[in-house]
């Protein structure tokens, strides 16, 4: 080396170099030991985006090593002492830095034989690139416990997929009543309600949207379909059977047929024309307008409509009287009342594809909130068998010599062949016996009925007299009881909120076995 310098800039350089080896493995350490928590905390709460959460900590461990090494600067009297002990110099290189300045009749010659010394050793050797076993040892611990962390099923898992699946159903309950707000908005039928029903069913979207969970989303349309049911008006119904008994008794009339006609078309095509009718009352002859008046009375005596009642009736007794003014007055009014009529329809109309389109909604939650609550179901009862087996104490009747009840497997006629009985198994043609004394004339004896309607066959059979109840595990029945109880629900006109309760009853239920 030709300078004290130059051997200070060629260990620096080593020491950096072996600085950087050493910071690094530092950074992998704190790499995989990022890896691994992320593993362990994955598998104890749900998170999604476990993928990015593991890899972000690689990044940062990185640079917080670099930073350290950019900040770690030895200083230049420390890296000649160690190059003196790690290469054997004998203080040479650090007595000869420190006396750098100094110019006594031996520092020139303690400087050259540094110097000299230092040209025959390795100087990079004072600083090797190792790696620490150690550490060494701990990476490749924690990359394979955090790589089987990986592998290994995750219980967190499956809740994500439940979250995951809850959102679908939810932004497919949403979509549903979005698709009705949609259908009303083009059904070109305008209704004066129209502002109110997108109103109610814009709320009921929002807080599908928000709800936590299908079952919290269900809660939200039971509310709308009140308030939509609200807005339909219920004499509605009584105001279409007097447009259409009016129909009915024009049509066998000369003038008011194409009136008729009309009114059985919508009520707005029979609101016009029975203004044109009233319009021509003048010059109808007076045969027709006696035709007409009866026609018109007639039609006020059915109708169920208070006031399409007094307005036919008053336009019939104008037109027996000869008051022409009158009765096109009245029919005029029976006019306004079908254009009412047709705006209570299409009130009626959008109120009913409102309501259709949160059953539809309905559905989807409820089945996912189902399924929600299976899942559950399924897993505290993971150690139980997938089928129950038929309990032995079965029912038997036999019929021949005698009447009498015993245990078998199974009901049946003549020797006591039967179908199998107990709890939970079916089957066919199995064999039993039955016992007991024949009975007297006047003694009444059970004969087993025929099922009722909707009454599976292999429903217990019911017991006689004297015979015990059978019993069966509360955890063998339920979901069954609950399937039933969903089935019926489903195939019989019970309106929505009632289906909530059935399905939050089984829940409740189903929350104490889960939680054993």
Same mark, same amino acid.
Request: net charge neutral; aromatic share 2%.
């Given at each position: 080396?030709?300078? @004290?310098?130059? $051997?200070?800039?060629?260990?620096?350089?080593?020491?950096?170099?072996?600085?950087?080896?050493?910071?690094?493995?530092?950074?992998?350490?704190?790499?995989?030991?990022?890896?691994?928590?992320?593993?362990?905390?994955?598998?104890?709460?749900?998170?999604?985006?476990?993928?990015? @959460?593991?890899?972000? !900590?690689?990044?940062?461990?990185?640079?917080?090593?670099?930073?350290?090494?950019?900040?770690?600067?030895?200083?230049?009297?420390?890296?000649? +002492?160690?190059?003196? $002990?790690?290469?054997?110099?004998?203080?040479?290189?650090?007595?000869?830095?420190?006396?750098?300045?100094?110019? #006594?009749? @031996?520092?020139?010659?303690?400087?050259?034989?540094?110097?000299?010394?230092?040209?025959?050793?390795?100087?990079?050797?004072?600083?090797?690139?190792?790696?620490?076993?150690?550490?060494?040892? @701990?990476?490749?611990?924690?990359?394979?416990?955090?790589?089987?962390?990986?592998?290994?099923?995750?219980?967190?898992?499956?809740?994500?997929?439940?979250?995951?699946?809850?959102?679908?159903?939810? +932004?497919?309950?949403?979509?549903?009543?979005?698709?009705?707000?949609?259908? $009303?908005?083009?059904?070109?039928?305008?209704?004066?309600?129209?502002?109110?029903?997108?109103?109610?069913?814009?709320?009921?979207?929002?807080?599908?949207?928000?709800?936590?969970?299908?079952?919290?989303?269900?809660?939200?349309?039971?509310?709308?379909?009140?308030?939509?049911?609200?807005?339909?008006?219920? !004499?509605?119904?009584?105001?279409?059977?007097?447009?259409?008994?009016?129909?009915?008794?024009?049509? !066998?009339?000369?003038?008011?047929?194409?009136?008729?006609?009309?009114?059985?078309?919508?009520?707005?095509?029979? +609101?016009?024309?029975?203004?044109?009718?009233?319009?021509?009352?003048?010059?109808?002859?007076?045969?027709?307008?006696?035709?007409?008046?009866?026609?018109?009375?007639?039609?006020?005596?059915?109708?169920?409509?208070?006031?399409?009642?007094?307005?036919?009736?008053?336009?019939?007794?104008?037109?027996?009287?000869?008051?022409?003014?009158?009765?096109?007055?009245?029919?005029?009014?029976?006019?306004?009342?079908?254009?009412?009529?047709?705006?209570?329809?299409?009130?009626?109309?959008?109120?009913?594809?409102? $309501?259709?389109?949160?059953?539809?909604?309905?559905?989807?939650?409820?089945?996912?909130?189902?399924?929600?609550?299976?899942?559950?179901?399924?897993?505290?009862?993971? !150690?139980?068998?997938?089928?129950?087996?038929?309990?032995?104490?079965?029912?038997?009747?036999?019929?021949?010599?005698?009447?009498?009840? #015993?245990?078998?497997?199974?009901?049946?006629?003549?020797?006591?062949?039967?179908?199998?009985?107990?709890?939970?198994?079916?089957?066919?043609?199995?064999?039993?016996?039955?016992?007991?004394?024949?009975?007297?004339?006047?003694?009444?004896?059970?004969?087993?009925?025929?099922?009722?309607?909707?009454?599976?066959?292999?429903?217990?059979?019911?017991?006689?007299?004297?015979?015990?109840?059978?019993?069966?595990?509360?955890?063998?029945?339920?979901?069954?009881?609950?399937?039933?109880?969903?089935?019926?629900?489903?195939?019989?006109?019970?309106?929505?909120?009632?289906?909530?309760?059935?399905?939050?009853?089984?829940?409740?239920? #189903?929350?104490?076995?889960?939680?054993?």
């Amino acid at each position: 080396m030709s300078s @004290l310098e130059a $051997i200070v800039r060629e260990l620096r350089k080593a020491a950096r170099r072996a600085l950087g080896a050493r910071y690094a493995a530092h950074a992998l350490v704190g790499a995989v030991a990022w890896v691994a928590a992320v593993m362990i905390l994955v598998r104890l709460v749900p998170f999604e985006r476990r993928a990015e @959460l593991a890899v972000l !900590g690689i990044p940062v461990a990185l640079a917080i090593a670099a930073a350290a090494w950019l900040i770690r600067r030895p200083s230049a009297a420390l890296l000649m +002492a160690m190059a003196d $002990i790690r290469l054997g110099l004998k203080e040479r290189l650090s007595t000869a830095w420190e006396r750098r300045a100094e110019s #006594g009749p @031996l520092d020139d010659a303690q400087r050259h034989d540094a110097v000299q010394h230092a040209a025959r050793a390795s100087l990079p050797a004072a600083f090797p690139v190792r790696v620490n076993r150690g550490e060494a040892t @701990l990476v490749a611990i924690l990359a394979i416990f955090a790589l089987a962390l990986a592998l290994l099923p995750n219980p967190m898992d499956q809740v994500l997929a439940q979250r995951q699946a809850d959102r679908v159903s939810q +932004a497919r309950a949403a979509k549903a009543v979005a698709d009705a707000k949609k259908k $009303i908005a083009d059904s070109g039928k305008p209704s004066p309600k129209d502002a109110q029903i997108q109103k109610i069913l814009q709320d009921a979207q929002a807080k599908i949207h928000e709800a936590d969970s299908p079952r919290k989303a269900l809660e939200s349309i039971t509310p709308a379909e009140q308030q939509l049911q609200k807005l339909a008006d219920p !004499g509605t119904p009584a105001l279409q059977s007097s447009a259409q008994n009016l129909a009915n008794a024009l049509s !066998g009339t000369a003038a008011g047929r194409s009136a008729a006609q009309a009114i059985s078309t919508n009520p707005a095509k029979g +609101a016009q024309s029975v203004r044109d009718l009233a319009s021509q009352l003048q010059s109808l002859s007076p045969k027709d307008r006696e035709e007409l008046a009866k026609a018109l009375a007639k039609a006020s005596q059915q109708a169920q409509n208070s006031q399409m009642r007094d307005s036919l009736s008053k336009a019939s007794s104008s037109l027996q009287s000869g008051d022409a003014a009158s009765a096109a007055q009245a029919l005029n009014d029976v006019a306004s009342q079908l254009d009412s009529l047709q705006e209570q329809e299409n009130t009626d109309q959008a109120v009913a594809a409102a $309501i259709n389109g949160l059953e539809a909604a309905r559905q989807g939650l409820a089945a996912q909130a189902d399924r929600d609550a299976n899942g559950q179901g399924g897993q505290a009862n993971a !150690g139980a068998s997938p089928s129950a087996g038929a309990s032995g104490n079965g029912n038997g009747n036999g019929t021949g010599n005698g009447t009498g009840n #015993g245990n078998g497997n199974g009901t049946g006629n003549g020797t006591g062949t039967g179908g199998t009985g107990g709890t939970g198994g079916t089957g066919s043609n199995g064999s039993g016996t039955g016992s007991g004394s024949g009975a007297a004339s006047t003694e009444r004896i059970y004969v087993p009925g025929q099922p009722v309607p909707g009454q599976s066959e292999n429903d217990p059979t019911p017991l006689g007299p004297g015979q015990d109840v059978p019993l069966s595990p509360y955890t063998q029945v339920i979901e069954a009881y609950q399937q039933a109880a969903l089935d019926a629900t489903d195939q019989s006109l019970i309106p929505g909120s009632e289906r909530d309760l059935v399905r939050e009853y089984f829940s409740q239920l #189903g929350e104490p076995r889960a939680a054993k």
